[in-house]
């Protein structure tokens, strides 16, 4: 079978992850930093803090925003319920805005919309978190226009986006957005096994993040209310959690981050060979805005159902028969039976449920082979045809 996505794990990856089981550390040491510290530097934001997931970052980076019961959070519903299920975690409440049609990420015209009408019913969301869907970046320049006029706080989701670029400047460089939260999943473009990372270029609020991951504990004398104690001393400062990432973790994360470029540019490269070979075919390949660059985490088409005469599932079907594992990016959230539950029906919502209608996300990842691409290629037209 041939996965959507898939990690790749060099011998020097192995050899970084020997290294720490050998050293002093495996929990969190001094190989955390280092990784917050290069990624930090990458995105050029001036602060990083790492985290046992994605989803425990989106948690702690509301928090650290002030979250709690009263507020709401808005974001897209094109997206994993972790970026939902974050407000929930604060005792907040969510609701989401309709999706652009083009680049499947959160609509600026319909938040625009949304947010005139939840000022009327003084109903406007403390944040927004645009998802940078399948690596393309939101238009965080509008997004950001809107917060300073609306007064929302932004937590870009960049789960999917890390080595990506918006307006020329690296996603995460935190220029229109309060946080960015990164992914290590291992279908991402980089991965430390699991993991998330929190990068913003406030110092109090890095601080606050790193507080959260440990439990809401601190050594630091200066965040204390008395004075301490002696070298042993600590004191709980606010209600944290266990999210810390390993030195295990950090270490193939560092490792992996030596060749972000290189990942980003095979996908490049991929994505490029299916524009050309799959045009003309009765499907919809992804577009770029000009001011864009993506990371590519996905490569999605959207199928022109009624000129094949098949289903989306006999589509997908076919092609995991024939050993191409092709996945659907997302169930738009508030059709799960969760959030369905909370209010939310179908049709709320009626371009990101067209949109689930026709997706299909096709093999991208850097070790996907010139025969495995030309295979994925030709079923595919075999199928459609």
Not at 42 to 62: E, F, I, K, M
Not at 226 to 239: A, F, K, M, N, V
Request: proline share 5%; hydrophobic share 40%.
């Amino acid at each position: 079978m041939i996965p959507y996505g898939r990690q790749w794990i060099s011998p020097e990856d192995i050899q970084a992850v020997v290294d720490v089981l050998r050293s002093d550390w495996l929990t969190q040491g001094p190989t955390v930093p280092r990784f917050e510290e290069e990624v930090a530097k990458h995105c050029g934001a001036g602060h990083a803090v790492a985290v046992n997931s994605a989803t425990s970052a989106l948690h702690v980076a509301a928090l650290a925003l002030g979250l709690g019961p009263g507020d709401i959070l808005w974001t897209s519903p094109n997206t994993f319920v972790a970026s939902a299920n974050c407000a929930l975690y604060c005792g907040a409440e969510v609701d989401f805005v309709d999706i652009d049609p083009t680049t499947y990420n959160l609509s600026v015209s319909a938040l625009q919309q949304k947010l005139a009408e939840a000022k009327q019913n003084n109903r406007l969301p403390k944040i927004v978190v645009p998802v940078h869907f399948a690596g393309q970046s939101c238009d965080m320049q509008a997004i950001h226009a809107l917060g300073q006029h609306y007064g929302f706080s932004i937590i870009e989701d960049a789960s999917h986006a890390i080595g990506g670029h918006y307006q020329n400047a690296a996603i995460g460089s935190g220029l229109y957005s309060d946080l960015t939260i990164f992914s290590f999943h291992p279908v991402k473009i980089i991965t430390s096994a699991e993991g998330g990372m929190i990068l913003t270029n406030n110092a109090e609020t890095a601080d606050l993040l790193r507080r959260l991951r440990s439990h809401g504990i601190t050594r630091d004398a200066a965040h204390m209310n008395e004075e301490s104690h002696g070298p042993w001393y600590y004191q709980q400062i606010e209600l944290g959690y266990n999210f810390r990432m390993t030195d295990l973790q950090a270490a193939l994360g560092v490792s992996q981050l030596q060749h972000l470029s290189e990942f980003i540019e095979q996908r490049r490269q991929l994505a490029a060979r299916y524009d050309r070979e799959l045009a003309g075919l009765p499907l919809t390949t992804p577009w770029q805005a000009p001011h864009t660059a993506s990371a590519w985490h996905l490569y999605v088409v959207r199928l022109h159902l009624s000129a094949i005469a098949k289903s989306r599932q006999q589509v997908f079907e076919a092609l995991r028969s024939a050993g191409i594992g092709v996945q659907v990016h997302y169930i738009p959230v508030h059709l799960q039976p969760y959030y369905q539950r909370r209010g939310f029906a179908v049709g709320a919502f009626p371009e990101a449920e067209r949109y689930y209608q026709e997706a299909l996300s096709l093999p991208l990842f850097p070790a996907l082979t010139a025969d495995q691409h030309s295979y994925v290629i030709q079923q595919l037209r075999q199928i459609l045809s």
